[in-house]
């Protein structure tokens, strides 16, 4: 089956040696006498119990030079995989991803729920919406008794206006301005220098 053609590039293999190494490793695995040893068991995903530090380096400037160390150089630095990524967004996809999982020693099968296990799940969401709404509803009585005094105090604040402003139309009341016009003239000036009367 060989070809002597000089142009032909492709691939020989040899059968007969593949098939051969195929029945010793068909036989080994019938005896039992495996090298491998025990196939390794990983554990099947489950939820983070930590939360992701994205905001921590954010905004802060640091200066990186040759001997730097990766884990201190710009980036998200992952200890598992032992890799810097230079964005939150391919940071978050790495830790998602079947590399790192992997290396944490997970599947990246999901254990199956149980019927008990989603009534539970409900049973506590369930209480988490209750607290949430409790808190809603002290959060917005709050908000509404402040708003009302701030009303009030705006209501106040116009009322003191309006009396000053009663007050000082008081004073330059037409009536008195005639009278304290013709105390003037008696007493022989007629104003301070402002406009003109005749």
């Known amino acids: 089956m060989s070809s002597m053609r000089p142009d032909d590039h492709r691939r020989k293999w040899d059968r007969k040696e593949y098939?051969?190494?195929a029945h010793e490793r068909i036989l080994a695995k019938d005896k039992?006498?495996?090298d491998d040893g025990?196939?390794?068991t990983k554990e099947l995903l489950k939820q983070r119990e930590y939360k992701v530090?994205?905001?921590?380096k954010l905004g802060k400037s640091m200066v990186i030079n040759k001997s730097t160390p990766s884990s201190q150089s710009g980036g998200y630095y992952c200890n598992v995989c032992?890799?810097?990524v230079k964005d939150s967004i391919n940071f978050l996809?790495?830790?998602n991803g079947k590399?790192?999982?992997r290396n944490l020693g997970m599947s990246m099968k999901v254990e199956r729920s149980s019927l008990d296990q989603v009534k539970e799940r409900f049973k506590i969401n369930k209480k988490k919406t209750e607290e949430k709404k409790k808190d809603y509803e002290l959060e917005s009585r709050v908000r509404e008794a402040k708003e009302e005094e701030d009303r009030y105090r705006e209501y106040k604040r116009d009322k003191r206006k309006e009396r000053k402003r009663k007050h000082d139309e008081d004073e330059t009341d037409p009536d008195l301005d005639a009278g304290s016009s013709e105390m003037a003239a008696i007493?022989?000036?007629?104003g301070f220098g402002g406009s003109k009367k005749n």
């Open 19 to 21: 098939e051969r190494l």
């Open 32 to 34: 039992g006498n495996e």
């Open 38 to 40: 025990e196939p390794v």
């Open 53 to 56: 530090d994205l905001d921590s």
């Open 82 to 84: 032992d890799c810097v």
């Open 93 to 95: 996809d790495h830790i």
């Open 99 to 101: 590399k790192h999982q």
């Open 187 to 190: 007493m022989g000036f007629a």
